[in-house]
């Protein structure tokens, strides 16, 4: 065992010895090139930005090039951009970052799994306990990414009423909608702040000369969310079709609402049934050991005592 944690721990200081060399000698970021690169995708019709699957000259560019020519590893990576996008965590970095995570929690999982094994096991039941470990390897990121994506859209989600109804009235006032939604995201960024860097994401793409229906859809892509499908789709037919925002804004936002009021509710429904699984394996073995026990003591101490009195007669 002592053995086991000791390679553990070396291969941790060289990983950690090459990833800082790697970390020192790799050129600094050009966020010029990155920003026409982005918006060179966008013109072509993309989603966003896209990570460069070619030999780059960072660190993590070069991570992801050579992770992308195991085969089927590509849409894999695809898979968890996505995943990060909608949960919020949107650095150039955070792909290499999670795929570097993933990889190193697989290798280590792997190697204690096969280190605290006996050497004296026969080498196929040694490889039948590595099965546990790589399924969790491979499972446990995945769903923790999963939970931080629900997460985050839960916190849209209940943020979306009170700032459709405050851009509703702030576009009442006579604002335009860019102006209105810079002024929504000031009003709102300490009290929701998800929701309030999505928007400003969209006034600035704006800004930067973007269409207004291709940022909405962006924010579509990004969240997820049917609630803010339906609010860009309204935004973009009131531009189109040049009539009344605001009142739609607030009829939207008193659907929203009560949207939120049915889901607060059908949460209390389904708690009664959680609590009857809690009650059920947590608080009624306690209860059966308090009650139980001690009768059963006495009824066993009864009949020590009565068989120890029929043995002296």
Excluded: H
């Excluded at 560019?61 to 968890?80: A, H, K, T």
Aim: hydrophobic letters at 50%; one cysteine or more.
């Amino acid at each position: 065992m002592i053995t086991a944690l000791f390679f553990l721990l070396t291969f941790a200081a060289i990983a950690a010895l090459l990833w800082s060399g790697f970390q020192l000698l790799q050129p600094p970021d050009n966020p010029l090139d990155d920003r026409l690169d982005e918006l060179m995708s966008i013109s072509r019709g993309g989603a966003g930005p896209q990570k460069r699957r070619q030999f780059g000259t960072g660190f993590w560019e070069r991570f992801l090039y050579f992770l992308n020519l195991v085969p089927g590893v590509d849409s894999i990576l695809e898979e968890s951009e996505l995943l990060l996008r909608q949960a919020g965590i949107r650095r150039r970095e955070a792909l290499a970052y999670y795929a570097m995570f993933n990889l190193l929690f697989f290798i280590v999982l792997f190697a204690g799994s096969w280190f605290i094994q006996p050497d004296d096991k026969p080498l196929i039941n040694r490889l039948l306990g590595l099965v546990p470990a790589v399924l969790l390897g491979w499972l446990l990121p995945k769903q923790v990414l999963y939970r931080l994506m629900r997460r985050y859209r839960n916190k849209l989600q209940e943020s979306l009423p009170d700032t459709v109804d405050l851009l509703g009235i702030v576009l009442g006032t006579g604002l335009a909608l860019d102006q209105a939604l810079t002024r929504v995201c000031e009003e709102m960024q300490f009290i929701y702040p998800e929701l309030s860097a999505e928007f400003f994401t969209v006034v600035m793409q704006v800004k930067a000369g973007q269409d207004r229906s291709k940022a909405f859809q962006q924010l579509v892509r990004r969240t997820g969310i049917e609630d803010i499908k339906s609010l860009a789709a309204m935004i973009i037919q009131s531009e189109r079709f040049g009539t009344s925002l605001s009142q739609a804004l607030k009829v939207y936002a008193d659907a929203l609402r009560a949207r939120r009021r049915l889901r607060g509710e059908a949460m209390v429904g389904k708690a009664g049934i959680k609590m009857v699984l809690a009650t059920v394996v947590f608080i009624l073995p306690v209860v059966f050991i308090i009650t139980l026990v001690p009768a059963m003591i006495s009824m066993l101490n009864n009949l020590k005592g009565g068989i120890g009195a029929s043995a002296g007669r």
